[in-house]
């Protein structure tokens, strides 16, 4: 009697054991995946330092540029900042030629930035809108989207032509 | 001032709190907290995490469709103040809010009302049908204070199943 009530439970737990198992097993598998994906993608993002490259998101003619000197701060340059920038990559016949040293405003970094009210924003890559000297955009487009901080940083040249403010 | 929606867990965004992500095609992700932020990132759908708003309506557990939630809207005009419209819709929020509230209860209520009826249902069945595992019938029929009262007495389900167990 005892053993029949045993073995029925037992099956019962069985089942319901089985059941947790291969639910276990799906939702392990894939934290694993997740957790390898957010190891993948989601690294520890810093600032825009030397040897940063940034792609260029006007229509000057360079298409990445490598950071070589952060015009401001001590550990490099964030979301609004100057940088000075060599160009790695160009298109053939561009304003901006390959291995010419430019300015560049930091329009899209992935560090995050404190807002002025203390929420934080970032974006999904590190993109810089080429300017001269005087801080006048060299191309005549901006591409994807800038962050209304600009405006405080006195580009707002750069807001004008922006497709989409953020 | 706005307060934005998280988009993982629907709760209001307070000025100066959060996290926003903005996509390359300009889409902007507003997280209330680091808790959503990296939910977000480890690309988890708000509809699957039990703790959400978006669970909790798409399974049923929150009122959905009520008339107190028309009055919060999107709206592209700005509207002019005005002294006692404002007076007005103070005194009224505070009237909604009660309404809304008796409402979630109600339904929450009769959510539960549903569930407990069912588990009921479900206990006394097992009951009956497995007496036989913890008391052969033969004894059963011989002695048959020493079992569970036949539902002359309210049963708590829960209790049911312990006793069971112990025997």
Redesign the interface.
Known sequence: ?AS??AS?FSRVGRSLLGGLGNNLSGSLTTSNE?VC??FI??QQRTFIQMRTVLKVVDNSGAKKVMCIQALKGKKGARLGDTIVASVKEAHPNGKVKKGKVVYGVVV?AAM?KDRC?????????NAVVLVDKQGQPIGTRVF??V?HELRKKKHVKILTLA??I? | MRLEKCWFCSSPIYPGHGIQFVRNDATIFRFCRSKCHKNFKMKRNPRKVKWTKAYRRLHGKDMTKDSTFEFERWRHRPHKYDRNVTEDTLKAIKKIDKIRMDRESRHIARRHQGKKAKEFREAKKELDQSISLVKAPSVLKEDPSLTLPKLKVKVVPSQSEQDRMEE
């Open positions: 009697m029949a009530f029925k997740t994906n957010s993608t989601q899209r995050q009210d203390g929420s934080e924003v970032k974006f999904d890559d994807g989207p962050p497709e989409h953020a």
